[in-house]
């Protein structure tokens, strides 16, 4: 017993020094925005990937590049559009004069961490390209299964407001995200700082990795092992399965859902330097992690009902351990 809880307490040196480095980077870019810099960091701990949804201007894509750019690994881009092609986010097997066999080209969702920008520019059949490897960590391609390394990410962003020549994503897209992230406005004080800092030039010229992939694999072996009673466990499956019987949605939150609560509060949980989950660190997660998998009433959504309002109910109505 002893035994394991050094080594809890060591795991969380690891955490809490990955989480910090990242976020001190992310903070240099993006003023004012410290809890979406911690979840977008808790979500690469829990193997989760993030939907940035927002509206233009407020840094979605900025977000995305220090995040990546903290960390020394393999990072890629995709430009989505309404012309882009499956193959040109898997790769395509091409054939090859000196050996006389078809090889395989990788695409650029062979990375430690993939950037999709206006991820809902591209075509359904393009968006379904992306299912395999966010859910099974592999891409096939002619009958071969070709796995990603660890760490990986997606990271994709889209406006809520532009809908004309976008292609909205469907329910099981939308599942395999572990949290849909909204940035906001930045207040005055941040605002200025902003003004300040990216008027003397592009701050993103001068951020460096502060850390690497072998030690982010390590942060999320450490996640796994964080401790989590059943009374938490039981408290995860409660708040979801409540969203299925609310008589306001149509869709609730899936299984799915539930495997990623428990993920997002281990890694929440290691981000603040503890080894153990509490219930108030699903009350923080549960509005970026389920609301985005509900589909609502009709007539709900005619009476102003949002998806957020549902998971206020949810969380208000189930009653948290008290252990």
């Known amino acids: 017993m002893a035994t394991r809880a050094r080594q809890r307490v060591a795991d969380l040196g690891v955490v809490s020094e990955t989480v910090h480095a990242i976020e001190e980077n992310i903070q240099w870019v993006l003023s004012g925005k410290d809890e979406v810099a911690r979840l977008a960091i808790t979500a690469l701990l829990a193997e989760g990937h993030i939907l940035i949804e927002d509206v233009p201007g407020v840094g979605k894509t900025l977000l995305a590049r220090a995040l990546a750019t903290s960390i020394d690994c393999s990072v890629s881009r995709i430009q989505f559009t309404p012309d882009l092609l499956p193959s040109d986010v898997t790769g395509v097997s091409v054939y090859s004069p000196d050996t006389g066999e078809f090889e395989f080209t990788p695409g650029p969702i062979f990375a430690n961490i993939v950037l999709g920008d206006e991820i809902n520019r591209a075509g359904p059949k393009t968006q379904s390209a992306m299912l395999e490897s966010m859910e099974e ?3 096939t391609i002619d009958g071969i299964t070709h796995e990603l390394a660890v760490p ?3 990271i994709a962003t889209q406006n809520p407001i532009e809908l004309e020549g976008t292609y909205p994503l469907p329910e099981a ?5 572990l949290m849909r992230l909204r940035i906001g406005y ?8 902003i003004l300040r800092t990216h008027g003397r030039g592009d701050p993103m010229a001068e951020l460096e990795a502060v ?6 694999a390590a942060a999320i ?6 401790a989590i009673t059943d009374a938490m466990e039981r408290y995860l499956i409660e708040v979801c399965r409540a969203t299925r019987v609310h008589p306001d949605v149509e869709l609730g939150a899936s299984p799915r859902a539930s495997l990623g609560m428990l993920r997002a509060t281990r890694a929440w949980a290691a981000a ?5 989950v509490i219930p108030d ?3 923080v997660l549960a509005p970026h992690v389920l609301p985005h998998r509900l589909i609502l009433r009709p007539e709900a959504e005619l009476s102003g009902r949002t998806a957020e309002h549902i998971i206020d109910d949810v969380l208000a109505s189930v009653p948290a351990p008290t252990e």
């Open 281 to 283: 660190d699903a009350k």
């Open 211 to 216: 850390t690497d992939a072998r030690t982010v």
């Open 272 to 276: 603040s330097d503890r080894d153990y």
């Open 173 to 177: 897209q939308r599942d395999r995200f």
């Open 186 to 193: 930045p207040d005055n004080e941040s605002e200025l700082e």
């Open 152 to 154: 990986y990410m997606v």
């Open 221 to 226: 072996e450490a996640v796994r092992r964080v």
């Open 137 to 139: 960590r592999g891409v």
